[in-house]
T-cell receptor, first 115, second 113 residues
Framework: AQKITQTQPGMFVQEKEAVTLDCTYD???????LFWYKQPSSGEMIFLIY??????QNATEGRYSLNFQKARKSANLVISASQLGDSAMYFC????????????FGTGTSLTVIP | DAMVIQNPRYQVTQFGKPVTLSCSQT?????MYWYQQKSSQAPKLLFH???????NEADTPDNFQSRRPNTSFCFLDIRSPGLGDAAMYLC????????????FGPGTRLTVT
């Protein structure tokens, strides 16, 4: 069975500091994709970053990077130079061959950036 | 810009009065999803279409139905809304493939009075 775990219900970070949001996953599939989404209070889910299981390098997208440790089955999101607009819910999700077209979501982490 | 559009953004309905939420996409993706999301929770998949093939989640109540008349449009019908159905409803699209993400619409916030 596929499972995504986000153990931090809420996180606080000072503006301009970096923050790491944790995500661990469980799958027996050798090939899978990992995704992070941001959901501001407006409700729309915004795709941030993707990591493939066979990717040799950690994914980066602007201020977002993914600390991918395959052996530990973790895919932590790192946000550098936090901004007030980064305050939102963040969801980790996974897609694999045995999930069909389904995505499995973690329970999310609420990030608050403090001025 | 290619996108996923949901109408309306806010919907108020009365207890027991049928309601339809709509979703359209210009991405030409073959997979479309409907999620229910309640406050501070992860999105819960209700069902999804792969082309015309309908896939219902085992725990989706019969009260929820869906139609996909063509590639671009997908509808969520709630036949007899209850107070517990008040939530954000998110439509998403994707292409087939492990390494392809989902693209979400802005959501419809449903209130049941």
């Amino acid at each position: 069975a596929q499972k995504i775990t986000q153990t931090q219900p809420g996180m606080f970070v000072q503006e301009k500091e970096a923050v790491t949001l944790d995500c661990t996953y469980d799958t027996s599939d050798p090939s899978y994709g990992l995704f992070w989404y941001k959901q501001p209070s407006s409700g729309e889910m915004i795709f941030l970053i993707y990591q493939g299981s066979y990717d040799q390098q950690n994914a980066t997208e602007g201020r977002y990077s993914l600390n991918f440790q395959k052996a530990r089955k973790s895919a932590n999101l790192v946000i550098s130079a936090s901004q007030l607009g980064d305050s939102a819910m963040y969801f980790c999700a996974m897609r694999g061959p045995n999930t069909g077209n389904q995505f499995y979501f973690g329970t999310g982490t609420s990030l608050t950036v403090i001025p | 810009d290619a996108m996923v559009i949901q109408n309306p953004r806010y919907q108020v309905t009365q207890f027991g009065k049928p309601v339809t939420l709509s979703c359209s996409q210009t991405l030409n993706h073959n997979v479309m999803y409907w999620y229910q999301q309640k406050s501070s929770q992860a999105p819960k998949l209700l069902f999804h279409y792969y082309d015309k093939d309908f896939n219902n989640e085992a725990d989706t109540p019969d009260n929820f139905q869906s139609r996909r008349p063509n590639t671009s449009f997908c509808f969520l019908d709630i036949r007899s809304p209850g107070l517990g159905d008040a939530a954000m409803y998110l439509c998403a699209t994707s292409r087939q493939g492990l390494h392809v993400g989902q693209y979400f619409g802005p959501g419809t916030r449903l209130t049941v009075t």
